[in-house]
């Protein structure tokens, strides 16, 4: 079973930080693309940023500058750097996996989630 697990999220101040995690296991082949995603209450779930196998990495425009996504050098546990929060960033990240490549920022293309880390952005 693959199994995504979030952590990390909180409560901060405009112009603050936060970095998420995400383990990851049951993932038996280093293949396909793997990302982060959020949703706001009353939104549709948005694609934040992916990472395909050979570290090539795709960030939505609201996030460019302030985001980073990285990984340890086992591969099991992949992060978020959030820099610069604001409200508009309030919402439950999720992380996601797919097989297939880094093809689609769609939540459908990708066939794996965690249960989501809350981030609460206050002004």
């Known amino acids: 079973q693959v199994q995504l697990v979030e952590s990390g999220g909180g409560s901060v101040q405009s112009g603050g930080s936060l970095r998420i995690s995400c383990v990851i296991s049951?993932?038996?082949?280093?293949?396909?693309?793997v990302g982060w995603f959020r949703q706001a209450p009353g939104k549709e779930r948005e694609g934040v940023v992916s990472?395909?196998?050979?570290?090539?990495?795709r960030y939505t425009d609201s996030v460019k500058g302030r985001f980073t996504i990285s990984r340890d050098n086992n591969k099991i546990t992949l992060y978020l750097r959030m820099d610069s929060l604001e409200p508009e960033d309030s919402a439950m990240y999720y992380c996601?996996?797919?097989?297939?490549?880094?093809?689609?920022?769609?939540?459908?293309?990708?066939?794996?989630w965690g249960q989501g880390t809350q981030v609460i952005v206050s002004s």
């Open positions: 996601a996996a797919t097989r297939s490549g880094c093809y689609s920022m769609s939540s459908s293309w990708f066939e794996h």
């Open positions: 049951g993932f038996p082949y280093d293949t396909g693309c």
């Open positions: 990472v395909n196998r050979d570290g090539r990495t």
